[in-house]
């Protein structure tokens, strides 16, 4: 049994699922891909109940980036992922060895270190404040390495360093769903940033397509 056949593959539902789903669809018989909600309280709530099969797990999907060298369709492998807890203490927890290895060999891209967030991180001013603790910024990472022993994190860059975003934490539900009507409203009151955002999203999701079919 190869290590790609032990292998169980987490993505946020939406597009980016269906992204990875169709780059996978390309083999034959395809590893568990499972799909999350947004956000690490959701996260934590939906994998805390469930028990896999799977030795390894790759967490794929979009994320931010908190570095000038990192720009929108980058893909990079996660070496670590950090979260400031509620006592402003930080913890880290590293990626598997194994796994990471065998991405670096098949995707030669890049390793940074992640940091994970209770909200989204929509302007530059947040991001150059989390800058000195990772390269890369997400909301999941580090609730599913809390939840398991053997994760590596594949991410591709959705929005730059320095880009300014339309602020859709108030679309986020607690179940880690994205509220249309709400996200539609954020919209239509910062449109320049929407363009920006929807912009960037096509451009990273075929990015995200492409890095799952190379997996595959």
């Given at each position: 049994m190869s290590l790609f056949d032990n292998?169980?593959?987490?993505?946020?539902?939406?597009a980016e699922f269906q992204a990875v789903n169709k780059g996978f669809n390309s083999r034959l018989i395809k590893?568990?891909?499972?799909?999350?909600?947004?956000?690490?309280?959701?996260?934590?709530?939906?994998?805390?109940?469930?028990?896999y099969q799977e030795n390894f797990v790759l967490l794929i999907g979009l994320s931010?980036?908190?570095?000038?060298?990192?720009?929108?369709?980058?893909?990079?492998i996660y070496e670590s992922s950090s979260y400031v807890n509620k006592d402003k203490i930080i913890e880290t927890k590293e990626c598997d060895r194994t796994l990471n290895n065998w991405l670096k060999k098949t995707l030669n891209v890049p390793i940074v270190k992640g940091i994970t967030t209770d909200k989204l991180i929509n302007?530059?001013?947040?991001?150059?404040?989390l800058s000195s603790w990772g390269d890369v910024v997400d909301m999941e990472s580090f609730a599913v390495?809390?939840?398991?022993d053997c994760v590596s994190v594949v991410r591709v860059i959705s929005d730059n360093y320095d880009d300014n975003l339309p602020d859709l934490n108030s679309a986020i539900t607690q179940e880690g769903t994205l509220d249309n009507f709400k996200m539609s409203r954020a919209f239509i009151?910062?449109?320049?940033?929407?363009?920006?955002?929807?912009k960037n999203a096509l451009f990273s999701l075929k990015q995200l397509e492409k890095v799952s079919k190379n997996i595959a």
């Open positions: 292998l169980l593959i987490l993505v946020c539902h939406g590893p568990k891909i499972i799909s999350l909600p947004i956000g690490i309280n959701p996260v934590n709530e939906h994998l805390k109940s469930i028990k931010g980036s908190l570095s000038l060298q990192y720009k929108v369709g980058d893909v990079v302007s530059s001013v947040e991001k150059a404040n390495m809390s939840n398991f009151q910062e449109p320049l940033k929407a363009i920006t955002l929807i």
